[in-house]
């Protein structure tokens, strides 16, 4: 299930809070939550519907490899995916928790001179409500730009894992970098030369990476 605000700006399944807001980002419009480093990070709050939990993937805007300079690039991100339940007394209480860094670059050297949104494995969401906290960690001159939310059901290794740790509601999110941070180095270095200029007008349709496999979406 795709929660997605990219064409069309907000939808009433995702509560946005905390640090920045969703703005239109380009012509024609595109939307995306931007936040900077430094502020409040922002908060993304939807219900999975589903009776098991399953993968959540977060969006976000790509662009660039690590030949760049740090400051070029959007921000990395501290994101933590937290489920909640009504207390006894009323107040929120979390059930289960992930934290991953994001790294926003494309895993595939071809799309990294691309301007794409991208969807990034975080967690899991256990159904009812849940809360994704996302955190900029680089003070650099693009704001992160998220512009939606994935629930994969039916992606199956994950489904597996997620399952897996139903009783303790503690699923492990993978680390995003120690999965694809060598072999964005190594491949970027390799094709430095060959890599075109960015051409921010021209459309592609987003990916998806999900443990490693990728999906046009």
């Known amino acids: 299930r795709c929660l997605g605000w990219y064409e069309r700006g907000p939808t ?4 946005h809070g905390g640090g920045g ?7 024609p419009p595109r939307f995306a939550h931007q936040v900077s480093h430094g502020g409040v990070p922002a908060t993304l709050q939807f219900r999975n519907e589903y009776r098991h939990p399953v993968p959540l993937g977060l969006t976000v805007m790509v662009w660039g490899d690590l030949t760049l300079p740090r400051e070029e690039l959007y921000p990395r ?12 007394a009323g107040a929120a209480v979390t059930t289960h928790q992930d934290e991953d860094i994001l790294v926003p ?11 794409v949104p991208h969807t990034f494995v975080v967690g899991h969401a256990i159904p009812g409500t849940n809360v994704v906290t ?7 001159q ?16 994950d489904r597996k894992v997620a399952l897996a740790q139903v009783a303790g ?24 030369d060959q890599v075109e200029q960015q051409q921010p007008g021209r459309s592609v349709n987003s ?9 046009v979406a």
């Open 169 to 192: 509601w503690r699923p492990a999110a993978p680390k995003l970098w120690e999965q694809v941070g060598p072999q964005i180095q190594s491949q970027s270095q390799g094709q430095n």
């Open 134 to 140: 996302v955190e900029p960690l680089d003070q650099v």
């Open 105 to 115: 670059l494309h895993p595939d050297p071809a799309f990294q001179s691309w301007h």
């Open 12 to 15: 009433d399944a995702v509560r």
């Open 142 to 157: 693009k704001p992160l730009r998220i512009t939606g939310l994935v629930m994969c059901p039916d992606c199956e290794e």
């Open 207 to 215: 990916t998806v990476t999900i443990r490693g496999a990728e999906v």
């Open 77 to 88: 991100a501290r994101v933590t995916v937290s489920s909640v339940s009504d207390g006894t």
């Open 21 to 27: 807001g969703v703005f239109s980002f380009s012509d």
